[in-house]
């Protein structure tokens, strides 16, 4: 082969794997409630917007990640504790900026799916089709998050160390992240009340992508996700 056809094979490779790691989209997978959506268990009737139901580009109730929606009560849940954790956790009671708290303003199986604060179209109240307004099923969490991996808990070097079976914390990434041999992209961890490296919902979960469902930052076969954080 000359090589100016080589370097063209190449290219057209390279382009053909950008293609697949990009492929991944929130279009039309269950986080996609607006009412084109095809596939989905919950949608709205009146807008065909995907983002407005999270995020908004101005007036934002809360300022990261531009939040849109009105967060149910932080200090009404109940989280995972036990006195073998050493990182320590937080049993009553969500920080207002936890990450967690925003998958809990709909989760939360109460809170209504269309009940975003600057609505489209033109301030018209986002309505949902029959399938419901509030999520119902496995995917309501409730209030009670004792039965849930902890979350909105910090996680530090001294107490990873400590636990002697974590993965190990890295600050100088952005987010800092946590990861052991088992995966090549650290998982990462998130800034709130608690502190700059909390664990919260995101740290296991994609929301914006369902390539490994449900919605997960890498593949559970094998386990792979656990095996990320935890050396067991
Ligand atoms: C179901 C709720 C939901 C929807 C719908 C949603 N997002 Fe998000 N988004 C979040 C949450 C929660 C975070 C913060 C947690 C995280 O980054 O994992 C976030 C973070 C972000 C961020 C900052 C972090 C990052 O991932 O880059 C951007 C940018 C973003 N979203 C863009 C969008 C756009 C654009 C859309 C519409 C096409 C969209 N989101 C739809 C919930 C949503
Ligand atoms: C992003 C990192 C991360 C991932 C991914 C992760 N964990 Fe954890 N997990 C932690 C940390 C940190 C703790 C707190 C451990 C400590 O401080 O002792 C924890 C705590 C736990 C505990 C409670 C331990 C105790 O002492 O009570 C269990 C059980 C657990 N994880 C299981 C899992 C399972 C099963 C998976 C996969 C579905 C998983 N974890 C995925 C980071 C992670
Ligand atoms: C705007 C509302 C909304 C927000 C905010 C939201 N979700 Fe969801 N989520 C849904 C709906 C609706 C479903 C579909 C439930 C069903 O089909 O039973 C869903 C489903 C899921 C599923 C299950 C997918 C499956 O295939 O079964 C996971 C996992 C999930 N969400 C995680 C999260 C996480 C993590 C966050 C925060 C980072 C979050 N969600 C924020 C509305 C939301
Ligand atoms: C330690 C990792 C981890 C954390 C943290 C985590 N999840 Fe999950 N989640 C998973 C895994 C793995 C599954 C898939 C379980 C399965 O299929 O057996 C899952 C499944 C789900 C589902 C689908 C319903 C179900 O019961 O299977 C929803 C909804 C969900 N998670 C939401 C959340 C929300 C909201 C948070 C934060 C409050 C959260 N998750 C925190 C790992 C995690």
Known sequence: MRSEARIGLAVVMLMAAVGTASALSIKNSKHD????????????????????FCHTPHNAVQNIPL???????ASNFTLYSSSSMNNKPVKSGFTADSISLFCMSCHDGATGLGSA???????????MDASGSVISGDANLTTDLQDDHPVNFLVTAADISADG???????????????????????????????????ECGSCHAVHDNTNAPFLRTTMAGSKLCLGCHKK
């Open 165 to 199: 079976n974590l993965g190990s914390l890295d600050t100088a990434t952005n987010p800092p992240t946590m990861k052991t041999a088992d995966v090549s992209k650290g998982l990462p961890l998130f800034k709130s009340g608690r502190g700059d490296t909390t664990l």
């Open 33 to 52: 409630l607006s009412k084109d959506a095809t596939g989905v268990t919950y949608q709205a009737t009146n807008t065909d917007q995907i983002c407005v």
């Open 67 to 73: 939040w849109n929606r009105t967060n149910p009560t």
């Open 117 to 127: 604060v600057h609505n489209d179209p033109n301030g018209t109240p986002i309505t």
